[in-house]
């Protein structure tokens, strides 16, 4: 079992940044594909931005590219999710998730094991 924790979410206005941070307390994740999704009240759960477990290949949603960047630190156990240009839309619980190192679809939630609780970025217009 490897427990998440996310952090770093706030309110903030529309064009500010903010990055998250995901760890797992306790745990080496390094050997873990890892992924950002976000979900709004009534809404899907939708992939955001996935790296591979040694960092060298990143993906995007659409709607984050060129705005959003995933990174990791596997000596600090911790995967960070640089958001710039924050929009209205973006308001939502950002979710990291852990998966298998040969994850063939980073946008499948089913392609992950392990969960955080997510925590909250509310962007203001």
């Known amino acids: 079992q490897v427990q998440l924790v996310e952090s770093g979410g706030e309110l903030v206005h529309a064009g500010d940044s903010l990055r998250l941070s995901c760890t797992a307390p306790?745990?080496?994740?390094?050997?873990?594909?890892m992924g950002w999704f976000r979900q709004a009240p009534g809404k899907n759960r939708d992939f955001v931005a996935g790296?591979?477990?040694?960092?060298?290949?990143?993906y995007y949603a659409d709607s984050v590219k060129g705005r959003f960047t995933i990174s990791r630190d596997n000596a600090m156990n911790t995967v960070y999710l640089q958001m710039n240009s924050l929009k209205p839309e973006d308001t939502a619980n950002y979710l990291c998730?852990?998966?298998?190192?040969?994850?063939?679809?980073?946008?499948?939630?089913?392609?992950?094991?392990?969960w955080g609780q997510g925590t909250q970025v509310t962007v203001s217009s």
């Open positions: 998730a852990a998966g298998p190192t040969n994850v063939e679809d980073y946008r499948d939630l089913d392609s992950y094991v392990y």
């Open positions: 306790g745990r080496t994740f390094s050997s873990y594909a």
């Open positions: 790296i591979t477990f040694n960092g060298d290949n990143t």
